[in-house]
Structure formats: structure tokens, C-alpha cells
């Protein structure tokens, strides 16, 4: 018996252009581009790019660049500045293609789903690819503001952090601190939902100051549509909203809140005045949705800040029986918020600074609008902190099986059933915003149907009387699975 422990293989999977190297001029777009020879002598290193190469390597992990530039150019360059770092290059022209990256890893004896692996990059494109790889990413951001190449987004600071990355590294010396402490680098509530502590929220936008009076947005954890890494809280998000909700769940999410507000309230750059929250429509189920979570963070909060004043601040009209969700646009959202919630009648918020609460975030609309609002009173700063943002949503690498047959070539897309919290696999139909036939799966491949060699992906069912869910291959007439069922837990 060998007792020897296997030593764990990490990987990075890193872009070059504007992560390793200094390149976004324009001018160099027919070299990237391989109309031309690439004259290395002409691209810039980042200053610690290797030596952050090289540290990596001491952690253990092997770097494989993938780059959608052409190989005349890509090959040239790390040929001349990180062939000693590097065991291979990807020149993936259509990034994020996530099919073609998982056969190159497959010809390089690489298994990411057995490994530890990041993918690093600095634009939307990065974080897809890491996405469809089910792998934790983190979006770069080394250039100073200036004019920058607008090819693959880099620049594009609000789409860029909708991607979703599980972290944000703006020097070399916070990405290795990320492979370090994976753990304590997750957002705030994220980290809270793995057991650890952290005081890092994501900026969905940057931060305005006209006039000297601070905008700022902050967001908490991720909501994920589609494949994600395995720490987005989207399971966690749908709790939230249910009626059966526990306890211990709302005692974790104020704990979280409340590390990040004891660092803004230690942060002298700005005294906050009002701690308030986005409050729940008569209609809203759970009842009392947020203003629970806010009676619980205010509890403790006052016994450490006696001086921040915990108050209502807005109210929502009555009757209002739609909700914010449901509207379909920004402008729509901006609208319906505007018209249905109204500030509290006698409030002074001259000069004042007000830190607001709520539970989600899509594209700002809400905190625009009530912003709006509490500046016509007067209102100085102001921090509206969501817990959660809704990220983009990304593909899967799997065609759907009824549309194939058909000569379709559709990909599902991951799904989370709001009740269950149990994810599944969906050609998205019209009535759910899609173009597919509806077919869906659970992902889960049969493990009968494996060992003969094929893949089949079984459905999740319900038992009628007991209630019980089980995984199903179903046979003929209802699919061309074995018939194999297996419980779930
Ligand atoms: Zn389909
Ligand atoms: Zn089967």
C-alpha cells in the first residue's frame, strides 16, 4: 500500500496581453493580429511580471498562458521573456471558447476538475473561460487610466466586473497573495459561507465624488447565472428568499455585514451619520425580508457605534404589488422605484452621510434612483452596499441532446431551481427568456450508463408519495437511458 501523499497539481491559466505584458497601443494590434512580425523588442514586460511568474512557481503551480493573439506574435514573446516560467501556450483566437481550452488541457495530461486552477486576465473574456471551466478567476486591472486599445473590452470597467470574477488584483503582490489565501480573499459574505472572515467587497462601478460628495457601491457576494466557480453564494441568495429561511443563516449574512461596516466605519476618510436599508413591500415574502437582516446588524451595531443613527429612512407606497425583479430594464427598475418608494416624511438629512442596505444588485438602478432622492434632501456621501450582485450569465460546454438530434447546435445553460436551490441543466425555452426546446437535465452523467462507455445525463425527479428526489436514466418511452435511479443524499 502506497502511503505517499499524491502531490496536488495547480494550475494558472494566464493571458498575456494587458496581464503580463504592457500592450494595449493600438499600434501593435497587426502584430497581435500576425499580419506582420512580431519585433519582441517592441512589447513591454509589466515591471514584476516575471518575478511574479517565478514566484508562482515556487508555490507550486504551473503557468500556461492563453492568449487570443495570434502564435507569431504570442510564441515570439514567450520565447524571449517566460519560457522559463511557462510549460505551454494556447492561442485561443475565439476566447472564451471553454470546449477548445478543455481539449488542450486533455492533450497535456492536464485534469482541472481534479487540480487546483485559476484563470487571470484582465477582461470579460478571462472570466467567461473561467466560468465555463468551473475554476475561481481574477480580473486584473494592472494599466494606469489612459487611451487604451477598446478590442476585448479592456477598459470596460462596469462589463468587465458584471463577468463576475471570484477576485479583483490590481499589482502583482495582491495576485499572489489570492494563491496564497484563496479562502480569505473572497468577498466578504462569500468568505463568511466558507467559514472565514474577510473585509473585501467588489466596486461594481467606480466610485464618483462631484463636488466632493462621495457615490460609492459596493457589493457583498455573487449571484451567479450559469457556470460559476464553487464559491458564488446563488443557493445562498435564494435562502435568503425563502419563507423557511433559517436563523443561522441570517446570523452569518449580519456577521459578514457587519466586518465590512466596522472597516467603512473605521475609515476616517469619511464619517457616516445614517445606517439605513432598501425596506420590503407589504407584499414581499418572507415578510420583514430585509428588515429582519437590518434589526439583527443594527442590534450589535449600536453597541459598538452609539452615534450612528439605525433608521428608516424610505417606505414604499401602498399597494405597490409588483417588484423591482420584475421589471425588465434599468429604465424600468429606475421608473418603478422612483414612482412606489418615497422618503419617510420629517426626515433631516441635510449635510448628512447615509449608508444604505439592500439585498441585491443588478445594474445600479435602485441605488441611482434612491440616491437621487436623498440628494434633493441634502444628503452628503453616500455607500449603498448590496449583498448580492447578479453577474452575467455564461453557457455551458454542452450542446443540448434534443436540438443535436434535430441538427440544432443550442448549449444549455446552468440553472438553479429558486425553491430547492438545486442546480440543473436547461436549453432554455421561450417561456424562461430563452431560444431552446426546454429539454433539461441535472448534469449528474449515469454512472451505469458510463461503464458502458456512454454518456447520459440523468433527470432529477421527485417521488410522488414520499417526496423523496432521486436521480433517473430514464428508459424508453420517456428517454434512451438504462432505467438506472439512484436517491439523492
Ligand atoms: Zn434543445
Ligand atoms: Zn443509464
Keep these: 500500500m502506497e502511503n505517499r501523499p499524491l502531490l496536488e497539481k495547480k494550475y494558472l491559466l494566464i493571458d498575456l496581453d494587458g496581464t503580463l505584458t504592457d500592450t494595449a497601443d493600438i499600434a501593435l494590434k497587426p502584430m497581435k493580429d500576425g499580419q506582420v512580425q512580431t519585433d519582441v523588442s517592441q512589447i513591454q514586460v509589466f515591471q514584476g511580471a516575471t ?12 503557468c500556461i498562458i492563453v492568449s487570443d493573439s495570434h502564435p507569431r506574435y504570442v510564441d515570439p514573446i514567450v520565447r524571449e521573456h517566460f519560457s522559463e516560467y511557462c510549460t505551454a501556450v494556447l492561442s485561443l483566437a475565439d476566447k472564451p471558447n471553454t470546449l477548445k481550452t478543455l481539449n488542450f488541457l486533455q492533450e497535456q495530461n492536464i485534469d482541472i476538475s481534479s487540480s487546483t486552477c485559476y484563470v487571470i486576465g484582465d477582461s ?52 499572489l497573495d489570492i494563491l496564497k489565501n484563496p479562502l480569505q480573499n473572497l468577498l466578504c459574505l462569500e468568505a463568511k459561507f466558507m467559514g472565514t472572515v474577510s473585509c473585501i467587497a467588489r466596486k461594481p462601478r467606480p466610485d464618483d465624488v462631484p463636488q466632493g460628495r462621495l457615490t460609492a457601491h459596493r457589493i457583498l457576494a455573487r449571484q451567479s447565472q450559469g457556470e460559476c466557480d464553487k464559491y ?38 469619511y464619517l457616516w451619520d445614517i445606517f439605513t436599508y432598501v425596506p420590503d413591500k407589504q407584499t414581499t415574502q ?23 443613527s439605525c433608521i428608516s429612512v424610505f417606505e414604499w407606497n401602498n399597494g405597490v404589488d409588483s417588484s423591482t425583479r420584475k421589471q425588465s430594464t434599468a429604465e424600468d427598475r429606475r421608473r418603478f422605484i ?111 450508463c458510463s461503464q458502458e462507455g456512454m454518456n447520459k445525463y440523468m433527470k432529477e425527479r421527485t417521488n410522488s408519495q414520499t417526496g423523496n428526489k432521486f436521480y433517473s436514466c430514464p428508459k424508453p418511452p420517456y428517454g434512451d437511458g438504462c432505467g438506472y435511479t439512484e436517491n439523492i443524499e
Design 51 to 62: 518575478e511574479f511568474l517565478a514566484e508562482a512557481k515556487n508555490l507550486g503551480f504551473e
Design 124 to 175: 470579460w473574456l478571462d472570466i467567461e473561460l473561467g466560468r465555463g471551466l468551473q475554476v475561481p478567476t481574477v480580473l486584473t486591472a494592472f494599466y494606469e487610466a489612459r487611451n487604451l486599445e477598446i478590442r476585448d473590452g479592456i477598459g470596460d470597467y462596469v462589463k468587465n466586473t458584471k463577468s463576475g470574477s471570484t477576485y479583483f488584483a490590481q499589482n502583482y503582490s495582491s495576485l
Design 232 to 269: 458564488h453564494a446563488t443557493a445562498k441568495y435564494f435562502e435568503f428568499g425563502q419563507v423557511a429561511r433559517t436563523q443561522e443563516l441570517l446570523f452569518l449574512i449580519r456577521d459578514a455585514v457587519m466586518t465590512y461596516l466596522e472597516l467603512v466605519l473605521e475609515t476616517q476618510s
Design 286 to 308: 418572507p415578510a420583514n425580508k430585509m428588515g429582519e437582516l437590518f434589526d439583527l446588524i443594527v442590534n450589535q451595531i449600536r453597541q459598538s457605534r452609539p452615534a450612528l
Design 338 to 448: 422612483d414612482n412606489n418608494i418615497n422618503l419617510l416624511d420629517g426626515l433631516d438629512l441635510k449635510g448628512k452621510s447615509i449608508i444604505i442596505l439592500d439585498d441585491q444588485y443588478t445594474t445600479g438602478a435602485t441605488a441611482d434612483t434612491l440616491l437621487e432622492k436623498l440628494r434633493a434632501k441634502g444628503a452628503k456621501n453616500i455607500l449603498f452596499i448590496a449583498l448580492f450582485q447578479l453577474i452575467n450569465s455564461v453557457d455551458s460546454n454542452r450542446d443540448c441532446p434534443k436540438c443535436l438530434a434535430n441538427g440544432l447546435n443550442k448549449l444549455l445553460q446552468l440553472k438553479i431551481n429558486r425553491e430547492t436551490g438545486v442546480k440543473f441543466y436547461s436549453c432554455v425555452p421561450p417561456k424562461a427568456q430563452g431560444d431552446g426546446c426546454g429539454y433539461s437535465d441535472s448534469g449528474v452523467l449515469c454512472p451505469k
